[in-house]
């Protein structure tokens, strides 16, 4: 069973980088997403950024495109999620999904059927 470990979270100043990362065991599905999710207190689960690994394609949550970048190794062990230029608002516990086999829809938390455990990203002003 595929499973997935995030880490790279932490505490920046507004303006800051940081880099997530998120570990896959046993991902060999081609026709699959994998992506990011956040979720802030008090507020519903939304759509980051997402992989599809059929064709390598990129989607993006289109209020973060600019400031978000993700990314994946060679070997789809690790998926990334570059986030520069952040704000407070960026605060939010970060997950990494996996929706197997791929929908449409890439956008929608409850496509996704494997999460990791989430990183905690918090921005200070």
């Known amino acids: 069973q595929m499973q997935l470990v995030e880490s790279g979270g932490g505490s920046v100043q507004a303006g800051g980088s940081l880099r997530l990362s998120c570990a896959a065991s046993r991902y060999t599905y081609a026709r699959s997403f994998w992506g990011w999710f956040r979720q802030a207190p008090g507020k519903e689960r939304e759509e980051v950024a997402a992989i599809y690994r059929g064709t390598d394609s990129t989607y993006y949550a289109g209020s973060l495109k600019g400031r978000f970048t993700i990314s994946r190794d060679n070997a789809w062990k690790t998926l990334y999620l570059q986030m520069d230029s952040l704000k407070p608002e960026d605060t939010a516990m970060y997950y990494c999904?996996?929706?197997?086999?791929?929908?449409?829809?890439?956008?929608?938390?409850?496509?996704?059927?494997?999460w990791g455990q989430g990183t905690q990203v918090t921005v200070s002003s």
């Open positions: 999904a996996a929706q197997i086999p791929a929908t449409g829809d890439w956008a929608s938390p409850n496509r996704y059927n494997v």
